[in-house]
């Protein structure tokens, strides 16, 4: 997929970016405002209206994405003309400010501009980097069947502790009952779970196990080779969790603020009209 | 101890199945392992969890240490067993029942809190997705889109109409003045700079001039249209050149275009005796001289403007040879020869721009002394009065006359004898003698004004020879600027030396040389606005104004517009 998104059509949506993004550069340079490039002057008019349309047309993929009727160009276009432009209406909306900021709402407009397209950035990294390392962490398994297996290996755990220590029985069933995978969203995020019941109890059985009479050291055994390979498949299930966390994370900013920024980006041209 | 264990099950469609079995032993111990008389195989029961005793006929439980034991609802650690007792172990409800003949007791054992599903119950307690963690775009985009357009939007807006919510707002940051100023204020319009309507008077209309004049009243306009028929001249919105916002001193156009675009043809659009001019570097007339005309008739100034390269010459009236006062030999001054420079007499004013008035006292009368005494060189006559000269000539001989004892052979003998202390001239003697100091005073004021003083600086004309004589000095006028239409300051070029422009004044032998150089040696420095190298940039605004029409106010613009309906150019050139 990532691929036809960076070559689609031959570079189509590259080429035509680079050309905005020259006739910008070239623009600003040429033209000398008589008041210091700024918004105001014509070519900050062109430049403003330019962006502003951009933004509009970068915002309506999101339209054009889940409307699988549409004959307007195909998605893997449009997603290609949306990182492009995307990436060209830095320039664009920079020269548009003539690399003026404040404290105010059109600086605000460009800052959350800045902020989305960062995070459509992270985006595109994380495009090219979570699914495979998704693939390789499953292999070829999904995290239903990697639970699935975790709650075979919890009755296994139990059979293998029924006749041990109450100690040990009593960590294996915090080890059943308590395990989870993911959580809030920091948790998915780390991957990591600082208080894992499984790991506690592949911790405390390996200490127990130490002092079990002859006849049962086999069962000790296995029920430690059991909590091991869960907390394999635990830290495994958590990966997952957490690339696919971090494969989300960044649409939860870029499209919501990329809503805070149609907001400011409307205020900005009102205002700019309503105090001509 | 015989103990009948029945162990029930419930059915999924309702009803209870059991499984009896009789127990035997001294007592009956519950628990996982299997070496209890009671084996309960639940993963949640200890291996040794209780044990019931039999004491006398009496049944007795005890919890085995660390075990979870529930009777009746109560947490024990031990407890004596009746009939309809409950006991919770772990997953599983035991209860006392009636025992049969022959049985020392009979209990019930059901799992009343099954396991549940492993995989169902670890999916319930894991969130596996960020949606699930409480993220939702949809729900933050809502958010986002109305605060940021109630805050930096509706507010502002509503805040303009509304004076109650301006006030209730006021200095907040989302309010129009904070969050929508797009920049820094020219420095002078700080003060107001909290209030956008001072200048946005309406919504969605540009700034009208009407704004500007509100402070601007006396600011002159750029031509007036009454000399200068050009309607559009005055039509122009102040806000068109003057563009706000852009920082604390950004206020004021410097490009060429500001006057190019008007004046580069501006003989085809009006008809004026101003020159074309674009640029300074590549299309600028060269400088002509405002000077003064002497008109005898009517013993007035005029002004005149003379291309400098037709040699203007000015009338000033006073007779100045600079290369006799730069001699670099010298001058013959009463303290002996000097070598006069030109700082000797142009002293720089105050402010550094323009130079000091020359004066008759400061800078002349050290050489041009006037006196007319020889006897007495401390006397002199007053400068700039005519008539006071001859008073005090006659004030002066008259006292020497009466006083006698003077030098003169002509003289009569009451003025040229010296006289006996206590002597008293008669009343003849002391006409005769004024007489004579009368006519001296004629002679000597003749001398001045025609040979020897006045007239080595002054054109002078003899009106009357008869008693009183009279003469006429004509007036004096010396331009303070040959160029009023620009400004000059001396002090931006001090680091120059006075020749390298006016390097002519060395050789100028009349004061009617205009000492001025031409357009050529500014741009040996001054290149225009397209840089050149080696010189400095220098567009129209850095010599000359703008707001130049002298009697054509904004403010009378404004009025005019206001008062005829019409723009304030057509009012004026009256149509």
């Not at chain 1, 933004?55 to 949306?82: D, N, P, Q």
């Not at chain 1, 050291?217 to 059991?226: F, I, N, S």
């Not at chain 2, 599983?92 to 396991?115: C, H, N, S």
């Amino acid at each position: 997929m990532h691929q036809s998104l960076f070559v689609y059509g031959g570079f189509r949506y590259f080429k035509l970016s680079l050309l905005l993004l020259i006739a910008a550069v070239v623009a600003y340079f040429w033209h000398e405002p008589v008041d210091g490039p700024n918004g105001g002057t014509w070519l900050g008019y062109t430049l403003g209206g330019l962006g502003a349309f951009l933004i509009l047309l970068l915002m309506w993929f999101g339209m054009r994405k889940r409307s699988y009727k549409s004959s307007m160009g195909r998605v893997e276009g449009w997603l290609s003309a949306h990182v492009y432009l995307g990436l060209a209406l830095i320039v664009i909306s920079t020269l548009h400010a003539g690399f003026q900021i404040g404290w105010n709402l059109h600086t605000l407009a460009y800052v959350l501009m800045l902020i989305v397209i960062a995070s459509g950035i992270f985006g595109v990294y994380a495009y090219l980097r979570y699914p495979q390392l998704m693939t390789e962490n499953r292999r070829g398994k999904t995290l239903d069947t990697i639970m699935a297996e975790m709650a075979e290996l919890d009755r296994e755990c139990r059979d293998a502790a029924a006749q041990l220590t109450d100690d040990i029985s009593q960590s294996v069933l915090n080890c059943c009952e308590k395990t989870r995978i993911g959580g809030s969203v920091m948790r998915q995020l780390s991957g990591k779970d600082n208080n894992c019941a499984t790991q506690r109890a592949l911790d405390e059985v390996t200490r127990l196990s130490k002092s079990l009479p002859r006849e049962q050291t086999d069962d000790g055994r296995r029920l430690l080779m059991l909590l091991g390979k869960k907390n394999e498949l635990v830290q495994r299930a958590r990966r997952d969790v957490q690339y696919k966390a971090l494969l989300d994370i960044w649409l939860f900013f870029h499209v919501p603020l990329s809503f805070a920024l149609l907001a400011a980006l409307s205020a900005h041209v009102v205002s700019i009209f309503f105090y001509w | 101890m015989q103990c009948n264990v029945s162990f029930l099950t419930r059915k999924s469609r309702g009803g209870l199945t059991h499984r009896d079995e009789v127990v035997t032993g001294g007592s009956l111990r519950i628990g996982r392992s299997t070496d209890n008389e009671l084996y309960l195989s639940d993963f949640r029961v200890s291996l040794h969890h209780a044990t019931i005793h039999n004491r006398q006929g009496r049944f007795y439980i005890e919890a085995e240490s660390g075990s979870d034991l529930r009777i009746n609802n109560s947490i024990a650690q031990s407890a004596r067993l009746n009939k309809g007792d409950k006991i919770a172990v772990g997953p599983y409800d035991i209860e006392i029942v009636t025992a049969e003949e022959g049985k020392d007791l009979a209990i019930t054992v059901e799992l009343v809190r099954q396991l549940g599903d492993d995989l169902k119950n670890l999916k319930e307690r894991s969130v596996t997705t960020l949606a699930d963690a409480g993220l939702g775009r949809r729900r933050m985009s809502w958010l986002f889109f109305i605060v940021v357009t109630g805050l930096f939007l509706a507010l502002p807006i509503a805040a303009f109409y509304d004076e109650g919510i301006r006030n209730l707002f006021k200095d907040q940051p989302v309010t129009a003045d904070i969050a929508w100023k797009s920049g820094d204020f020219e420095s002078a319009h700080e003060f107001f700079a909290d209030d956008c309507t001072a200048c946005h008077q309406e919504a969605f209309v540009t700034v009208r001039d009407v704004a500007c004049v509100t402070c601007h009243t006396e600011t002159h306009t750029h031509a007036d249209p009454q000399f200068y028929e050009i309607s559009e001249l005055n039509e122009t919105r102040c806000a068109t050149c003057h563009k706000e916002h852009n920082g604390r001193d950004g206020l004021v156009r410097r490009d060429e275009a500001l006057c190019g675009d008007c004046h580069k043809d501006l003989d085809e659009q009006a008809t004026t005796e101003l020159k074309n001019a674009r640029d300074f570097g590549k299309d600028h007339p060269d400088f002509s001289a405002t000077m003064f005309r002497y008109n005898k008739q009517v013993k007035e100034f005029t002004t005149e403007r003379v291309a400098l390269k037709d040699k203007p010459r000015e009338q000033s009236n006073l007779k100045f040879p600079h290369d006799e006062h730069l001699n670099p030999e010298g001058v013959d001054g009463p303290g002996g020869s000097r070598v006069m420079v030109c700082a000797d007499c142009h002293e720089p004013d105050k402010g550094g721009a323009g130079l000091k008035p020359i004066s008759m006292e400061q800078h002349c009368a050290e050489c041009h002394s006037l006196e007319f005494e020889p006897d007495n060189p401390q006397r002199v006559v007053p400068h700039g009065k005519l008539d006071h000269v001859l008073y005090t000539l006659q004030e002066y001989y008259g006292n020497v006359a009466l006083q006698g004892g003077y030098d003169d052979l002509d003289a009569p003998a009451i003025v040229k004898n010296r006289r006996r202390p206590g002597y008293k001239p008669s009343r003849q003697e002391r006409k005769l003698a004024l007489e004579w100091a009368k006519d001296k005073a004629y002679e000597i004021g003749e001398d001045l004004f025609e040979g020897r003083v006045c007239s080595s600086c002054h054109t002078v004309t003899a009106v009357s020879k008869n008693y009183p004589p009279k003469w006429d000095i004509a007036p004096v006028k010396i331009a303070d600027t040959w160029l009023p239409k620009s400004r000059f300051t001396h002090k931006k070029h001090e680091t120059m030396d006075c020749v390298d422009c006016h390097g002519d004044a060395s050789k100028s032998e009349k004061s009617e040389d205009v000492l001025i150089p031409g357009i050529d040696n500014c741009r040996e420095c001054h290149a225009g606005q397209e840089h050149v190298r080696n010189k400095i940039d220098s567009t129209c605004v850095d010599c000359h104004g703008f707001h130049l029409a002298e009697d054509f106010l904004l403010g009378d613009r404004h009025n005019m517009k206001t008062r005829s309906g019409k723009s304030g150019t057509a009012a004026r050139m009256g149509k």
